[in-house]
């Protein structure tokens, strides 16, 4: 079993909906915990970032950690065409020894049509 | 883009030949990575580096090795290429300060006949 399981999709939904975006794990030491997006061809770029659990927010995209179900959720709300990308989560421990090292998910192949 | 470049960002190579990717940094950090990026997979860690000459394996290290002789270059080398090895391979920083994560180059494709 992965340390990190994130449904592949593909995801399908129409321009403005909520998407919701999920990754389970099994290591407790996890400690943050990022979603990054990757366009067709391109490297991943950072998305969201958070440490521990709670919810964050930027503008349309909010990160969610449980840490006591060890699962997480990326929402994206009024989805756009431009949205449409892979997105992979990643977790590491916290401490020196880890050296910084993150484990992902398979990644979500998301469509947003207009 | 956290200056990272990565070349070449295309290759196409036969089986048993040598390859060396390059990554080049140029804000000085410290941590440097390499992965591969394969369907179903994700991202993978091939090796890493903690500072010059300080390297471990990550998760699928067999048939690579790396060095980093400079602070700004990080090198990873297919020893001998197979066809396994076809893939596209990522390079990443670790940034420090309180939100210590990692950013990546563009990547570069291998193509193993």
């Known amino acids: 079993q992965k340390e990190v399981e994130q449904d592949p999709g593909p995801l399908s939904v129409p321009e403005g909906a909520i998407v919701s975006l999920n990754c389970t794990y099994s290591?407790?030491?996890?400690?943050?915990f990022m979603w990054y997006r990757q366009y067709s061809r391109k490297g991943p770029e950072l998305l969201m970032y958070?440490?521990?659990?709670g919810n964050k927010e930027d503008g349309r995209f909010t990160a969610q950690v449980d840490k006591s179900s060890k699962y997480i959720s990326l929402f994206i709300r009024d989805s756009q065409p431009s949205d449409s990308a892979t997105y992979l989560c990643?977790?590491?421990?916290?401490?020196?020894?880890?050296?910084?090292?993150?484990?992902f998910g398979q990644g979500t192949i998301l469509t947003v049509h207009p | 883009d956290a200056g990272i470049t990565q070349s070449p960002r295309h290759k196409v190579t036969e089986t048993g030949t040598p390859v060396t990717l390059r990554c080049h940094q140029t804000?000085?950090?410290?941590?440097m990575y390499w992965y591969r990026q394969d369907p179903g997979h994700g991202l993978r860690l091939i090796h890493y580096?903690?500072?010059?000459?300080?390297?471990d394996k990550g998760e699928v290290s067999d048939g690579y090795s790396v060095s980093r002789s400079k602070t700004e270059d990080f090198l990873l080398t297919l020893e001998s290429a197979t066809s396994s090895q076809t893939s596209v391979y990522f390079c990443?920083?670790?940034?420090?300060?309180?939100?210590?994560?990692?950013?990546f180059g563009p990547g570069t494709r291998l193509l193993v006949l």
């Open positions: 990643a977790m590491s421990p916290a401490g020196g020894t880890s050296y910084g090292k993150l484990t």
């Open positions: 290591n407790s030491a996890f400690q943050y």
């Open positions: 958070t440490y521990s659990s």
């Open positions: 804000e000085n950090h410290r941590y």
């Open positions: 580096s903690y500072g010059v000459k300080d390297t």
């Open positions: 990443a920083i670790k940034t420090g300060g309180p939100q210590e994560t990692q950013y």
